[in-house]
C-alpha cells in the first residue's frame, strides 16, 4: 500500500512534467533546420552519376538481340534526365542471376559503389538484378549502408530501393524471382529427361566426331587417327604425360583447336564412352540451381546408356581395357590387362600368379582359379584343408628308417630370427627376409604366387622381363639387402584371401626349393605369426577387438606377438604332419619341380578381345614415325 507521503512525491513530479510541457518556446531564441530531402528516383534536380545494369542468361542469337536492346533504351532514358549523368552501362550476356559468382559486370558495379562513383543504380526488373533473394536483399542493404547511399531502381515493378516502404515489396518480387528460376529449373529437367527417354541424347563437340545435317555423330576422318592413336598408346603402355608430350610434338589439335596437351586432356579422351560408339547420359548433375555447382553422378541421378549409338572410333573391348587401367592407375601398372594364370603341375600346382600392381581381381578370382585345377567332382574348400590337417593313421617305413612318430618338428620361434628365412605383411607393403633374399643371390626380379584353396603363399625367381615381376632385394655394400614390395592394389585382397585383419601385421616362415637354376619358397598361411598393436589387448574386450585365433606371447616393440593357439603347448609340427605341410621334394624329378612355369590361362568374368601388342606397336609407329619407334 502506498502512503502518503509517497503519493505527495508522485504528484509533484507530474505536476513538473506538466510545467514543462507547456513552456512556451522564445522565438528569438529558435531556429529550425530541416533534414537533407532524401534522395528520389523522381527528383530530377538533383544532380546525380546514373550507373545501368542489364543482363541477359544465354549468349545464343536471340539473346543478343535483348541484351543490345536494353543497353540502347538505358542510354536514351538517361539522356532525357538532364541533370543525370551516365557513369557506364555494366552488362554480363550469358550469366545467370542466381549466383553472383562469374558476374564479373555486376561485381565490377558494386566495386565502384563503394569507391563512391556512382549515385544510383537502374535496371529493368528484379529479376535482371538477382534471382537469388539473399543476394538481392543483402545487396540491396549493403549498397543503403555506404557512406554514400546507393540506390537501386527496378522499373519494372517500379521500386527504389532507398525508400522506406521499398523493402517488403522488395522481398516480395525477389521471392518471385527466384521461384521463376526454381520452376525453369524444374521444366529444364523434366525437358531433358522427356529427350533422354525419348532416345535422343545430347551430343556436344567431341574430339574424332562432327555432326550431319541431322545432328547425328559422324566420323571425322581428319581427327579419329589422333583418337585412336591415344587409346593404343595407353594400352601398349604409355603414361598420359608421354601421351600428351608426343601428340604436341606432333602437333596434333584437341577438340578446342589447342596444339598443346596435358594429362588431364588425354584422360577426357579416354574416359569418353562415346569414342567406342556409346553414349552414357548425366555423368554430372546439379543439386542446387542457386550455386550452379555440378557434381558427379554416382547414382545420385538416373543415367541411360545407348550402345551403338554410332560408329566407334575403338572397340568396345579396347575401351573397356583402357577404364581397367585407368582405375588401377594409381598402383603404377603400365600395361595391357593383367592375365590370371594358375600351375596345373610341378611343385606349384594349385598356385596363382600375382601382379601386385593390379587391383582388378577379386578374391574369389583367386580362389576359384586355384581349385580349377583340382580333379573333377572334387571341390576343395578351406574347411576341407583344415580337416585334412591331421596325422596319417597309417605310416609306412621302409626298412633302416627311423620312426619318426612322437617327434615335433621344431618351430622357428625358438631360433634366432635373424636367420629365418619368412615374409612379412604389413601396411600394404610385403617384406622378405635377408636370408630368403640372399638364397636368390643376383636373383633379385621375383614373381609372387597364392594358393588359396592350400593356404600357402610363394615366391620365385622371374626374369627381368616377365609381365608380373617385381624387386625384392637391392645391392648395398655389396651384400643384397631386402627391399618392400609396394601392395596396395593387391594386400587387402591377400588379407581377404587369407581371413587376415587389416589391423595387424603378420608373418610366415617359409621353406626353399632350389635347383641349380631355379628357387622358391613356399608359406604355409596357417603357420603365421601376429603382432598385434598393444592397445588392441588393453582392457576386457582385447580378444574381441583382436578378432584372432591367437595366444599373446611376447612383446616386440609397440606391438604384441601372437601364434596360433594349436601352436601352445608344442615345439612344432608332428613330424610326419610336417612333410604334408608343404611337395614331396624327393619323389621328384629336377623336371617335375616345373619352378618357372607359366601356368594356363583362367578366364574370369568378361572376356575382352583387346587388340593385341603387334597391332598397337604396327599403328603407333605408323602415327608417330621415328618418334614412336624410339619412345617404344
Not at 554480363?92 to 558476374?103: F, K, Q, V, W, Y
Not at 596437351?261 to 564412352?273: A, G, H, K, Y
Not at 538416373?302 to 573397356?320: A, T, W
Not at 603382432?531 to 612383446?555: D, H, M, N, R, W
Request: hydrophobic share 35%; aromatic share 10%; glycine share 6%.
Amino acid at each position: 500500500m502506498i502512503d502518503k507521503s509517497t503519493r505527495k512525491q508522485l504528484a509533484e513530479r507530474k505536476e513538473r512534467v506538466r510545467r514543462r510541457i507547456n513552456t512556451k518556446v522564445d522565438p528569438e531564441n529558435y531556429e529550425f533546420i530541416p533534414a537533407k530531402k532524401p534522395i528520389d528516383y523522381y527528383d530530377n534536380d538533383i544532380r546525380q552519376r546514373v550507373a545501368v545494369y542489364a543482363r541477359v542468361s544465354t549468349d545464343n542469337v536471340q539473346q543478343t538481340s535483348s541484351y543490345e536492346l536494353q543497353k540502347k533504351y538505358y542510354e536514351d532514358f538517361v539522356v532525357h534526365h538532364p541533370n543525370w549523368t551516365l557513369v557506364k552501362i555494366y552488362a554480363d550476356e550469358g550469366i545467370s542471376g542466381t549466383s553472383l559468382a562469374h558476374r564479373d559486370e555486376f561485381n565490377s558495379m558494386i566495386a565502384d559503389c563503394r569507391s563512391g562513383k556512382i549515385d544510383m543504380i537502374i535496371t529493368k526488373s528484379v529479376s535482371r538484378f538477382a534471382r537469388n533473394v539473399v543476394d538481392c536483399i543483402s545487396m540491396v542493404r549493403m549498397l543503403a549502408e555506404l557512406p554514400s547511399p546507393v540506390g537501386v531502381f527496378f522499373e519494372s515493378e517500379c521500386i527504389f530501393s532507398l525508400k522506406d516502404d521499398s523493402q517488403m515489396a522488395l522481398s516480395f518480387q525477389a521471392t518471385m524471382a527466384q521461384e521463376e528460376s526454381h520452376i525453369r529449373s524444374r521444366s529444364m529437367e523434366t525437358s531433358l529427361r522427356m529427350r533422354l527417354d525419348g532416345g535422343l541424347p545430347l551430343t556436344p563437340k567431341l574430339l574424332g566426331y562432327s555432326h550431319d545435317a541431322d545432328g547425328n555423330l559422324v566420323v571425322n576422318p581428319d581427327e579419329a587417327p589422333t583418337v585412336k592413336l591415344i587409346f593404343y598408346m595407353y594400352l601398349y603402355g604409355y603414361s598420359t604425360s608421354d601421351i600428351a608430350a608426343a601428340l604436341t610434338e606432333l602437333g596434333r589439335k584437341t577438340y578446342l583447336g589447342n596444339v598443346k596437351w596435358t594429362s588431364n586432356s588425354i584422360v577426357q579422351v579416354l574416359r569418353n564412352e562415346r569414342h567406342c560408339g556409346d553414349v552414357l547420359t548425366r555423368k554430372t548433375f546439379t543439386p542446387n540451381y542457386l550455386n550452379h555447382k555440378a557434381r558427379k553422378n554416382r547414382g545420385d541421378r538416373p543415367q541411360s546408356l545407348y550402345r551403338n549409338h554410332h560408329e566407334g572410333i575403338v572397340s568396345r573391348d579396347d575401351f573397356i581395357a583402357v577404364q581397367h587401367l585407368l582405375n588401377n592407375s594409381k598402383y603404377g601398372n603400365r600395361s595391357i590387362l593383367p592375365e590370371l594364370r594358375v600351375i596345373d603341375s610341378g611343385l606349384l600346382r594349385g598356385f596363382v600368379t600375382i601382379n601386385p600392381r593390379w587391383a582388378g581381381f577379386k578374391p574369389a578370382d583367386y580362389y576359384q582359379a586355384s581349385a580349377s585345377i583340382h580333379p573333377p567332382g572334387k571341390k576343395v574348400t578351406p574347411d576341407e584343408q583344415q580337416a585334412d590337417a591331421s596325422l596319417p593313421s597309417s605310416i609306412t617305413l621302409v626298412p633302416g628308417d627311423f620312426d619318426m612318430r612322437g617327434f615335433e618338428i621344431a618351430r622357428s620361434e625358438f631360433f634366432d630370427n635373424y636367420h629365418r628365412p619368412y615374409v612379412l605383411f604389413q601396411d600394404k607393403r610385403i617384406k622378405f627376409s635377408t636370408t630368403c633374399v640372399r638364397s636368390f643371390g643376383k636373383d633379385n626380379h621375383v614373381e609372387l604366387l597364392v594358393n588359396p584353396v592350400e593356404m600357402k603363399f610363394a615366391v620365385r625367381t622371374a626374369a627381368k622381363s616377365s609381365r608380373n615381376a617385381v624387386v625384392f632385394s637391392k645391392l648395398s655394400d655389396g651384400k643384397y639387402q631386402p627391399r618392400d614390395i609396394a601392395g596396395a592394389a593387391y594386400v587387402e585382397t591377400l588379407f581377404q584371401l587369407f581371413g587376415w585383419s587389416p589391423d595387424l601385421k603378420y608373418r610366415i616362415a617359409g621353406a626353399l626349393f632350389q635347383t641349380e637354376t631355379e628357387s622358391a619358397y613356399i608359406f604355409d598361411v596357417n603357420d603365421a605369426e601376429a603382432f598385434i598393436k598393444s592397445y588392441l589387448l588393453s582392457g576386457s574386450k582385447s580378444t574381441e577387438q583382436a578378432k584372432e585365433p591367437v595366444q599373446p606371447l611376447s612383446i616386440s616393440g609397440k606391438r604384441v606377438r601372437a601364434v596360433p593357439e594349436e601352436w601352445i603347448g608344442s615345439f612344432g609340427k608332428q613330424y610326419y604332419l610336417h612333410q604334408q605341410s608343404f611337395p614331396p621334394v624327393c619323389d621328384q624329378s629336377e623336371e617335375d619341380w616345373k619352378i618357372r612355369m607359366e601356368g594356363q590361362l583362367y578366364e574370369t568374368g568378361q572376356k575382352l578381345r583387346v587388340t593385341g601388342f603387334d597391332v598397337l606397336r604396327d599403328y603407333i609407329c605408323q602415327e608417330l614415325g621415328q618418334y614412336g619407334k624410339e619412345e617404344s
